[in-house]
């Protein structure tokens, strides 16, 4: 890649941000396309809203957002897109002439992840192991596709509650009729459906030496589909989910399909499928 004159530039801002995989996902896409654009990890320790100011004075193209200023960087747009706004939290700032506006590419990744995996929400039992930021992206899109129930389980049951409550008004306004059901996670043997399509969406298996949030054979005979939102390969949730039968997935289509989602945000174009296969050889070789 040749900077020059001409090189428009997207990037990332979050605290930690050394460790991340998007520069090599957005780099790759740039090259395959003969974009003159390059991604760049830029740490926010303090002032989320005075970068967000000077990126715009420095003609940022789009920038990516992570932990800890996903929710906090709202203040600092001038448009948000409605599901994002319904989420509480934007990872992708998109450049608008006024400023930026803000959207949450997590559940459009995830959304394009279930495609790809032949996942349907449409008509099952859905269940969530955590209530985080990824919980709530997770639980709209239960939601959105029309799953027949969502039971939301979370160590902190409040939590759990809070994104139940916000979940329950976007099925009311949008005329669904998806239940939705919270538990504490201690509570997990109280749950009384079969054949869920569960999501894990707590940190647990970050770290190769993790466990699960849940670790009983009895649990795991009620989930037929696994997905787990930790990229990693080979977390005791999903191996616990293949040894009961169930189909497993990692996050690692999610992330990919957050960043493709961002750079078609930011360029206006569709990334090919060839070049989509390209990114996970990339990011698969990291
Ligand atoms: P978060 O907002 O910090 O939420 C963390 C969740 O983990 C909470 O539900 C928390 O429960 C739970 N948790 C943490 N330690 C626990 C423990 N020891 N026992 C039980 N529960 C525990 O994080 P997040 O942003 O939602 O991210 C969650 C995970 O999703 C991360 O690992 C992240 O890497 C992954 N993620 C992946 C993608 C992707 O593209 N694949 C995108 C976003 C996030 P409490 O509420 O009780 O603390």
């Not at 715009?56 to 001038?78: A, D």
């Not at 989420?87 to 450049?95: D, K, P």
């Not at 997905?227 to 949730?237: M, P, Q, S």
Request: hydrophobic residues 40%; glycine residues 10%; charged residues 25%.
């Amino acid at each position: 890649m040749t900077v020059n004159g001409e090189t428009r530039i997207i990037g990332i801002i979050g605290n930690p941000v050394r460790h991340t995989m998007s520069p090599a996902i957005h780099n790759y896409i740039s090259e395959q396309l003969n974009k003159n654009m390059i991604y760049v990890p830029f740490e926010v320790t303090g002032d989320v809203a005075a970068a967000v100011k000077g990126a715009f004075e420095l003609g940022i193209v789009g920038m990516n957002v992570t932990v800890p200023w996903k929710s906090e960087v709202i203040k600092s747009l001038v448009d948000i897109d409605d599901m994002a706004k319904r989420i509480g939290a934007v990872n992708t700032l998109v450049r608008n002439e006024n400023g930026y506006k803000g959207y949450n590419t997590d559940i459009l990744g995830l959304e394009r992840e279930l495609i790809e995996e032949g996942v349907s929400l449409e008509g099952e039992n859905t269940l969530l192991v955590g209530a985080g930021g990824a919980a709530r992206a997770a639980a709209f899109l239960c939601c959105k596709h029309n799953a027949k129930t969502l039971t939301i389980i979370n160590r902190t049951v409040e939590k759990a509650e809070a994104i139940a409550n916000d979940v329950r008004e976007y099925v009311k306004e949008m005329g669904k009729d998806t239940e939705v059901i919270t538990y504490s996670l201690a509570d997990y043997k109280k749950l009384d459906k079969d054949n869920y399509i569960a999501f894990q969406c707590t940190k647990i298996g970050l770290k190769e030496d993790d466990g699960a949030a849940i670790e009983d054979d009895d649990f795991y005979k009620k989930v037929k589909v696994g997905v787990d939102l930790i990229y990693r390969e080979g977390t005791k949730f999903q191996l616990d989910v293949k040894k009961a039968g169930g189909k497993s997935c990692t996050g690692m289509k999610m992330l990919i399909f957050q960043g493709v989602c961002a750079y078609e945000l930011w360029n206006e174009l569709t990334v090919s499928d060839e070049i989509i296969s390209g990114v996970c050889e990339v990011v698969n070789g990291r």
